[in-house]
């Protein structure tokens, strides 16, 4: 090493005697290493082609965590995640709307041999198109093209200051998103939120759905009958509190009956990551206005005019409501009812299907993947 560090200053004071530049020097010291030592994580240089599928059901991305140093602080997410990486690349699509230019990410993935048939993936409110990745590979091995938006407002799209969200407004800027690429016709799936957002899309532009899937859908309930209604300001406040931990604390108790496994930390990693980055309020903000927009505008009343083929998979430990947390204790027991509102939907929806996970709570897609997608595949196959 000596002789090592010794030629290099030699060379470094030729070129400088000599007028030369001094070239930057790369070191490969894996050489000076024994011959059996593991060799160390390194980070990656950024890729341009489509990263290594994540394991089914929402396992943590291993290339997050190569070279990272084991003391090295947890991830700050700016408000569009430009120092996030979806598992698949991420497309951007302009529009203008309530007179403001706004982008709205989508990932669309593309099979070969396709079957000459696309789904829309339509995400939750706590979630993004990132969380869909088994779900795509598992359709795109069907033959089915995929399309999976960040409605405005979420994932990487934008963050607006100012927007009136309403189911109608995201459904339109996703039609004005399937136009763009020239999509005509969709199968839509829907989870949570998105099954909601899915609803409305089927009910304002019925010709252009084939089939509609809802996952755990919320709204099956109408909670502003039992629950006081929480202004903006109060909601915005609320959201503003949440921290890694508590964001942990909600979703173990209402999504997984409380059972928490690390595999699940990856479910909570962007709205964790969001609550550590400087520019939150952004984000918080937009999370309020989404919150009082899933209260305020139910769509159960008209599952009686929903027309194609409609396939309801429901994990049966599913508690999720929207503002159990304020709710009177005298009826916050009664709130989230999955069992019960499942099979309430399924006799209001004509001609709809009915699937019961019994080993699932709000994400059939990750705590029972091969049932969830068994019967995904079996009901887009008819």
């Not at 006081?228 to 909600?250: C, F, G, H, M, N």
């Not at 108790?253 to 952004?282: C, M, Q, V």
């Amino acid at each position: 090493m000596k002789k090592l560090m010794a030629g290099l200053l030699a060379l470094v004071a030729v070129s400088c005697q000599t007028g030369g530049d001094v070239q930057p020097i790369v070191i490969d010291l894996s050489a000076a290493k024994t011959p059996n030592a593991a060799p160390t994580a390194t980070p990656s240089p950024p890729s341009t082609v489509t990263p290594t599928p994540v394991p089914a059901a929402a396992a943590p991305r291993s290339s997050r965590t190569q070279g990272v140093i084991a003391d090295a602080p947890p991830p700050a997410y700016d408000p569009e995640l430009t120092n996030y990486a979806y598992p698949r690349p991420v497309r951007v699509f302009a529009l203008h709307d309530q007179r403001q230019d706004l982008k709205m990410a989508y990932v669309l993935a593309e099979p070969d041999p396709s079957n000459g048939r696309t789904v829309l993936l339509l995400h939750g409110k706590n979630f993004s198109a990132a969380y869909w990745e088994p779900t795509i590979r598992a359709l795109l091995g069907k033959g089915f093209r995929v399309v999976a938006p960040d409605q405005v407002g979420f994932g990487k799209s934008s963050k607006p200051a100012a927007y009136q969200f309403t189911f109608q407004a995201l459904a339109r800027n996703t039609r004005a998103l399937l136009d763009a690429i020239k999509i005509e016709k969709v199968s839509v799936v829907g989870h949570s939120m998105g099954g909601m957002l899915a609803s409305r899309f089927a009910l304002m532009y019925p010709d252009a759905v084939e089939k509609l899937i809802l996952v755990n859908p919320i709204g099956l309930e109408d909670w502003k009958t039992a629950v006081p209604y929480k202004s903006v300001e109060d909601l915005y406040a609320s959201e503003l509190q949440a921290t890694p931990d508590s964001i942990r604390a909600y979703e173990k108790e209402n999504y997984f009956a409380g059972n928490w496994k690390p595999e699940y930390d990856s479910l909570i990693e962007i709205p964790a990551g969001w609550t550590r980055h400087p520019d939150y309020a952004r984000v918080a903000w937009n999370a309020a206005l989404t919150t009082e927009m899933v209260f305020t505008q139910p769509v159960l009343y008209e599952f009686p005019l929903l027309r194609m083929p409609t396939l309801l998979i429901i994990g049966q430990r599913d508690r999720t409501a929207v503002g159990k947390a304020w709710a009177p204790e005298s009826v916050k027991g009664t709130l989230g009812d999955y069992p019960a509102l499942g099979r309430r939907a399924a006799r209001t929806i004509p001609g709809s299907t009915l699937v019961e996970v019994k080993d699932a709570g709000h994400l059939p897609q990750v705590e029972a993947f091969d049932e969830y997608i068994r019967a995904v595949a079996d009901f887009l196959g008819k």
